[in-house]
């Protein structure tokens, strides 16, 4: 279990569907060009 604010992007493809959870950072600044975001983990399920 990975602690702290975050959210899913799931992108399905026709070969495989990857699932990112994104962390959220505290100190973003879309002004700034600061993320407000970084991948902490991440996989992917292929189409069978």
Request: hydrophobic content about 40%; glycine content about 8%; proline content about 2%.
């Given at each position: 279990m990975?602690?702290?604010?975050?959210?899913?992007?799931?992108?399905?493809?026709?070969d495989?569907?990857?699932?990112?959870?994104?962390?959220?950072?505290?100190d973003?600044?879309?002004?700034?060009?600061v993320?407000?975001?970084?991948?902490?983990?991440?996989?992917?399920?292929?189409?069978?």
């Amino acid at each position: 279990m990975l602690s702290g604010g975050g959210f899913l992007n799931v992108t399905v493809a026709e070969d495989e569907v990857r699932v990112d959870y994104i962390r959220t950072l505290d100190d973003c600044d879309l002004a700034n060009e600061v993320p407000c975001g970084e991948i902490a983990h991440s996989y992917s399920l292929s189409a069978e």
